[in-house]
């Protein structure tokens, strides 16, 4: 019979045997457009991890404003000038995506309940895929509670001010998309 020391000392064996100098972390996602709380949860994982991929996912399963390359722009311009993070496209799962670039962890945001439900639902079927690759979920800033980029679309669509959910450049460039002057 084994005992809680000999549990104890398997089970940090396990851990021991982590690839630990690659602190790669993959945070995926559309981003169509980016928003202040998609860059506030890169800047905060580039602080967790050694280096931070932004995913931009090329071939959601939704319609898009911006196209791959703008998208992988305005996050890059949001996030510009912080050094362990780039930002690159992605097609497929995104735990195989992590998988060939050397990443052991996924990076989500959690904004409110129902984000829990659908990204604790992700995580699970992602354990199951890839049990080698950690999910960390990072609760969003509170001022991030409620934006989304479905929102902050629908909001700029009906010419109402979005500069308190996405940066300047994010704003320019949907008020242009939308055809609309700005507020």
Not at 19 to 25: F, G, I, Q
Not at 35 to 54: P, Y
Not at 75 to 90: K, L, Q, R, S
Not at 153 to 160: G, M, R, T, V, Y
Request: charged letters at 25%.
């Amino acid at each position: 019979m084994s005992s809680k020391s000999d549990w104890m000392a398997t089970d940090w064996m396990a851990i021991s045997k982590l690839d630990r100098p690659n602190h790669k972390a993959v945070f995926p996602g559309t981003f169509d457009p980016c928003t202040n709380g998609h860059a506030d949860v890169a800047v905060r994982a580039a602080k967790l991890f050694d280096e931070v991929i932004v995913a931009v996912y090329e071939t959601p399963p939704k319609t898009l404003l911006f196209d791959t390359d703008e998208r992988i722009a305005l996050f890059a311009e949001a996030v510009a000038g912080i050094d362990n993070i780039t930002v690159m496209p992605f097609s497929g799962m995104a735990v195989q995506f992590a998988e060939s670039i050397g990443s052991r962890v996924l990076v989500r945001g959690l904004r409110i309940g129902l984000d829990f439900e659908h990204e604790r639902e992700m995580a699970l079927v992602w354990r199951k895929l890839a049990p080698e690759i950690e999910v960390v979920m990072l609760t969003s800033s509170l001022v991030n509670q409620y934006v989304s980029s479905t929102r902050v679309k629908e909001i700029a669509s009906l010419d109402a001010d979005v500069s308190s959910f996405v940066p300047p450049h994010v704003e320019k460039a949907l008020l242009e998309r939308l055809g609309k002057t700005g507020s």
